[in-house]
């Protein structure tokens, strides 16, 4: 059994989002083709309090540099996908209604949440990992927003849960801050994600 698990297309992670990839919107159309080729797709949404100490408003820094966190080294992010606002909300054209879950990630405001599988503790569950073993689904293909952060580790997560696990490029958009693209497929691969064009 395979899953198409949709990471973080939401509105501020799109052109004109607080937190916007280049060309974000750009991957809906074909992510919305594939979903009929899984078994199950699932959708992660980021979701912060307005007072996550990942923004950098709420540490008194300059977004995108790094701080020390108890749980290991934190990107300051503008303010983003705050609960209930419009740009947490999924990109309009986004086909929600083919999803069998949400996983919503990094409410927890002390703790910033990348991967669909934990929060950045990488002890802490999500609950996806149950969901995946009791639908009996072991193959897994990734899609989504950003490719260097969200959907590496989400990925690498798999692979380290025992599930298989698939990047498809071209349906995904990178950040790509000072070099986080290359670093992240490099690590893709060494964890033994697949990485398909």
């Given amino acids: 059994m395979k899953a198409l698990i949709v990471i973080d297309v939401q509105n501020d992670f799109c052109p004109g989002g607080k937190l916007a990839v280049a060309d974000g919107d750009g991957i809906v159309a074909?992510?919305?083709?594939?979903?009929?080729?899984?078994?199950a797709v699932v959708l992660t949404q980021d979701w912060h309090p307005s007072d996550h100490l990942s923004f950098a408003s709420n540490q008194g820094g300059e977004a995108f540099s790094t701080i020390k966190m108890p749980y290991g080294a934190q990107v300051l992010w503008p303010d983003h996908c705050v609960i209930g606002s419009d740009g947490a909300a999924f990109h309009p054209a986004?086909?929600?209604?083919?999803?069998?879950?949400?996983i919503r990630k990094g409410y927890n405001p002390a703790v910033d949440s990348y991967s669909a599988f934990f929060e950045n503790d990488h002890v802490t569950p999500t609950g996806l990992a149950g969901y995946l073993r009791e639908r009996v689904i072991t193959d897994l293909t990734f899609v989504g927003?950003?490719?260097?952060?969200?959907?590496?580790?989400?990925?690498?997560?798999?692979?380290?849960?025992?599930?298989?696990?698939t990047v498809i490029q071209s349906a995904c958009r990178a950040i790509d801050l000072d070099g986080s693209l290359d670093a992240a497929l490099s690590a893709m691969r060494d964890a033994g994600v697949r990485l398909d064009a």
């Fill in 94 to 102: 986004l086909n929600t209604a083919h999803a069998d879950m949400v």
């Fill in 30 to 39: 074909p992510i919305n083709a594939m979903m009929g080729d899984f078994d």
């Fill in 145 to 165: 927003l950003a490719t260097d952060f969200c959907v590496a580790w989400s990925a690498i997560d798999a692979v380290k849960e025992g599930f298989s696990a």
